[in-house]
């Protein structure tokens, strides 16, 4: 259990960290920037308690706030992301896992389900955060296409990140 702890921690070090001081300086035209650090959300197990998920999205929606300089608008994307997640992994696994430590992955969930899970929740949380950047309907088109291209381009690096991440362990055998 300490071990998962710490490795979940180092991960949302990591990704936080790759994402300011990386990923946050690639614009494509000042239109579009991959958003990798809600690759933590994605790949925590998915028997994690309720409340445990949201106080970590909020944790990491709050740090890239205040490196973002942006006004929750990161918080309220993540948490709403996480509150989704449930749902999702319901709705794309069609099953119910009994492992709580059960992580998505392309193991687990196979190819296909995983990037209908990542699509759909990476699709969920760029609208929100996108449209609350935005916080008016008189730019609708250009914040979808701005959401779409953003959410295209974070899906790249996830699905690189998930692959990377989803390796068997070389180590015990």
């Keep these: 259990m300490q071990k998962n702890v710490f490795k979940y921690s180092l991960l949302f070090l990591l ?9 946050n300086n690639i614009r494509i ?3 579009a920037y991959p958003q990798i ?12 308690a309720p ?8 944790a990491l929606g709050l740090v890239m706030d205040m490196f973002s300089n942006s006004l929750a608008i990161h918080t309220a994307a993540s948490v709403f992301m996480a509150f989704c997640r449930p749902g999702v992994i319901k709705m794309v696994a069609g099953k119910v896992f009994s492992d709580d430590t059960y992580r998505p992955g392309f193991q687990s969930f ?4 995983l990037f209908t899970y ?6 969920l949380h760029h609208l929100t955060l996108f449209f609350l950047e935005v ?9 979808l296409s701005r959401a779409l291209l953003s959410a295209s381009l974070s899906v790249i690096f996830i699905m ?10 070389t180590r015990s055998k």
């Design 15 to 23: 990704l936080l960290v790759l994402q300011i001081v990386l990923l």
């Design 29 to 31: 035209s000042g239109y």
């Design 37 to 48: 650090y809600i690759l933590f959300i994605l790949i925590l197990p998915v028997g994690i």
């Design 51 to 58: 409340w445990l998920l949201l106080v970590s999205a909020f």
């Design 110 to 113: 196979g190819g296909y389900s």
């Design 118 to 123: 990542v699509v759909f929740l990476v699709l």
């Design 135 to 143: 916080f008016r309907f008189t730019e609708v088109l250009h914040t």
């Design 160 to 169: 690189i990140g998930l692959a990377l991440l989803d390796r068997p362990d």
